[in-house]
Every structure is written in structure tokens, then in C-alpha cells.
């Protein structure tokens, strides 16, 4: 039972922050402090369900000693057989929800309940990295629409052949990042291209990036230091086709935190005929590029802590392959391959993140020695 009084010890712990916290919420003058309100919800959502898996826990362990006691005491047969029963039933839930509380005690990735900015980008393999990258924005965007997510494109570079050499889109929903943060990294593809004569199996790849969303209040950006250009943005014809100079490019001087230098920001923005949600969108960008490059300190200090790659933060590795002659998907962080290649394309995605997402709470099990 040492277990179990650790575990009781570290939920009793949190019953009074849990308190203070429910009091403070309701506070005018925390509500008024919208960063303060919004990291304090947050923590009040976290705690809620650490108190409802304690009370379960209590109520099992009571539930478990108590039909013991009957067991031991009790000479009418049936109470025996409904304690034996009830022994049981909590004797199997008790390591379920051992396990369960130990990793809500592990403190969630604070950027997991965010959106995200997904970008994928054509690599090495011409017009064939194009194509992929169009194969991937497509299985995102089945996934996407199976998650009830809305997606929305803010820039695209289209291929010769098709596809797409970058295309970049905001995701909003539930838990997006926490979800989506495993896609990143370099994805590779082996299949003939449309374009091979020879019917020669290719290697090409393309990029993808999932980066947390920022809020207006994470990062300072000064506005009236924001260069906006317009440009006619070319779209598929019809009476506005390059009348409207909708299209916007954003320039701005950042100095990065992490290295002292002044870097220029360049993003454009071309999705919508309408100028201010070009704009808006741009600067949602901007904030997001800003937020992920001063977090990238701190993404790279969790992957010095971890074994392997579930989430290493370094874009550059390759993640996954995608092999057509063989209808093969291997993520090679986990050694997880299947071969239903035709259904993981059409965005049944969430059996490989789910593998991805036990791994990943293995590994922090092990990290904080629960």
C-alpha cells in the first residue's frame, strides 16, 4: 500500500491549491487580468479532474478494505459473494486509475490545448516533393474534418506539376497542438512519380512543421514598427482576378532573445479578398513565428531530457516514411509501421499518433519517476 499513501499523499497536497484557485477565478480583479485569468482557468480545468480521479481512488480503496472487512466477518453467503464481487471490481480499477493519476500529476506541455500554424514545405525531389507536399496538406485536411477542426489557408506556392512547393494554414479546435505537435519533422515518400518515364521508384520528401498558436498577449510586438506592403494576389479569375490589391506582406525587425541578433521578418499573406483578414492573419503569423522561436529554447531543453524522438523539436529529422510500392507507412521514432498506406493518405492518422502519444507519456513516466 506504500504506493497508494504516496499518490494519496501528492493528490492531498492539491487540495487546497485547488480551493484557492476555484476562489480566484471568481475574483473581478483576476478576471480583469485577462493573461493572470487565463493560466489560472487552465489550471483550475487540470486540477478538476486530478479531484474527481482522487475522490474515485478514495472511494475505491474505501470500497476494497470495506469488503475485505465483510469478507473476513460476515456469515451470510450471498454478502460474502456481492463483497467478493465488489473486491474485485475494485482490485482491477485500483491499477487503472494508479496509472491514470500518474500522468495527470505530470505537468501537461502548456502549449497542448493551443491551435496551431501547419506548414508544410516541397524538399529535395523537384516537382515530385511538390506533389507530396499537396498529398500531405490533403491528408491533414481529411483529418482535420474528421476532428471537427477548421482549417484555414493563409499562404500557398504552387508546384509546376501540381501539389504544392509551400502551403501554410492555420488550425483552431480542441487540443490541436497537443495532437498535431508529433507530425513534425522531415517526411519522406519512395513511389514512381507521375512524371518518371522509366517507371523508376523515387525517393523524395517534404517538411512539415506544427507550430503552437500564439495568443496576442504571449509575445510584445511593437505595431507601428510593422512595413506593410499590398500586392494583387493572383487567384482563380473571374471579375476581381488582379484589380484588388488584397494581398499583404508584413516586414518587421525582431531581435531574438535567445542570440542578441536583429532578424527581418518576412510573411505574406494572400488567402482571402479582403484586406483586413489578410492583415489580421499575417499578424497572427507574425505572432506565432516570434512565440515559437523564443520557445525554442525550452522545446529543445525537453528533448536533451528525452531517449527518443517522439517529440525532439528538431525539425530537420526524419520521421516517417512513406512507401507506395509496398503500401507501407513506417514512423521510425517508434518503429510503427502498417500497411494500409490508401487509408492513412485519406487521413486515417490518429491509430500512429495515438501510438505516438503512449510512447511519449512512457517516456515522461520514466522522466519524473512517478
Known sequence: MAENNTLLEKLDGLVARFEEVSTLITDPAVIADQKRYVKLTKEYKELSELMKARKEYIQCLNGLEEARQIILTESDPEMKDMAREEANACESRLPELE???????????????????????????????????????????????????????????????????????????????????????????????????????????????????????????????????????????????????????????????????????????????????????????????????EHQKYIDDIASKRKTMVSTGDRSAKIRTYNYPQGRITDHRINYTIYNLASFMDGNIQDCIDHLIIAENAERLKESEL
Not at 516541397?122 to 491528408?139: K, N
Request: glycine content about 10%.
Open 99 to 293: 496509472e491514470e493519476i500518474k500522468l495527470l500529476l505530470i505537468p501537461a506541455d502548456p502549449q497542448d490545448d493551443r491551435n496551431a500554424i501547419l506548414e508544410i514545405r516541397g524538399g529535395t525531389g523537384g516537382d515530385e516533393a511538390a506533389i507530396f507536399a499537396g498529398d500531405l496538406f490533403r491528408m491533414y485536411a481529411k483529418y482535420c474534418e474528421s476532428k471537427g477542426w477548421k482549417m484555414e489557408i493563409s499562404n500557398f506556392n504552387e508546384g509546376a506539376a501540381g501539389g504544392y512547393k509551400e502551403i501554410i494554414c492555420s488550425i483552431s479546435g480542441e487540443k490541436v497542438y497537443g495532437t498535431l505537435k508529433y507530425e513534425s519533422g522531415v517526411h519522406r515518400v519512395q513511389r514512381v512519380p507521375a512524371t518518371e518515364t522509366q517507371g523508376r521508384v523515387h525517393t523524395s520528401a517534404a517538411s512539415v512543421a506544427i507550430l503552437p498558436e500564439a495568443e496576442p498577449f504571449d509575445v510584445e510586438i511593437n505595431e507601428g514598427e510593422i512595413k506593410w506592403d499590398t500586392f494583387r494576389s493572383g487567384g482563380a479569375g473571374g471579375q476581381n482576378v488582379n484589380k484588388v490589391e488584397s494581398g499583404v506582406r508584413l516586414r518587421y525587425n525582431w531581435k531574438n532573445p535567445n542570440t542578441g541578433i536583429v532578424e527581418e521578418i518576412l510573411i505574406e499573406c494572400t488567402e482571402t479578398r479582403d484586406q483586413p483578414k489578410n492583415k489580421e492573419r499575417a499578424l497572427a503569423r507574425l505572432r506565432t513565428f516570434i512565440y515559437d522561436k
